[in-house]
């Protein structure tokens, strides 16, 4: 994989894989879940196809958890990549509240035109 940085938008609740030449090559669509307490929700994970198999989603997963972690909020993952990949890495994903994801899918339901 080539090197990629990560940034985080969270004004539109992306966290995007930006490759060489600064285009965006994957993102995280997350959303911030205030109640009842606050998480970062990841609701879907794409990569370009020309840039899959390159790594880049396992590194988005990573940085949103290593994001939360820095923040100190726990993440509730809806995504079913980053359910995947926090299964695999349990040291690096701790298991989600099902409180918080009950809260996230609830909150979900309530704004589908949102993702």
Do not use: N
């Not at 396992?58 to 940085?63: F, I, K, P, T």
């Not at 509730?76 to 989600?96: S, T």
């Amino acid at each position: 994989m080539s090197d990629i940085e990560i940034r985080d938008d969270r004004a539109v609740g992306r966290l995007e894989a930006l490759g060489d030449d600064g285009e965006v090559v994957g993102h995280i669509a997350y959303f911030v879940l205030e109640s009842p307490a606050p998480a970062l929700v990841p609701v879907h994970t794409i990569v370009e196809p020309a840039h899959e198999g390159q790594g880049i989603a396992g590194s988005l997963a990573r940085e949103l958890y290593a994001i939360a972690a820095r923040e100190g909020v726990p993440v509730a993952p809806l995504c079913p990549y980053v359910v995947k990949w926090a299964a695999r890495h349990p040291e690096a994903a701790p298991a989600a509240d099902p409180e918080l994801i009950a809260a996230a899918k609830d909150w979900l339901r309530a704004h589908p035109g949102r993702f």
